[in-house]
């Protein structure tokens, strides 16, 4: 099979969260609350899902909103 690009959509709970609390997030920019979007190479929509999650880990605050594959 032939790796296809997708697209990760990520933004970190724990960047908004602070904003909204009037406070900044120790270690990431405050941009993070804003959805960012990456380029994952992957065969498919599953091995995407789980780099994306490896790269983004949840418990460290980050939500991926989506992956899709790019036309």
Do not use: C
């Not at 405050?30 to 994952?40: G, K, S």
């Not at 980050?62 to 790019?70: P, R, S």
């Amino acid at each position: 099979m032939m790796p296809k690009n997708f697209e990760a959509a990520v933004f970190n709970q724990e960047v908004l969260q602070a904003l909204q609390d009037g406070e900044h997030h120790k270690h990431l920019n405050d941009e993070w609350a804003d959805t960012h979007y990456f380029e994952i190479v992957a065969e498919n929509i599953e091995e995407a899902w789980s780099i994306a999650k490896r790269k983004y880990r949840a418990d460290r605050g980050f939500v991926i909103k989506a992956v899709e594959l790019m036309e």
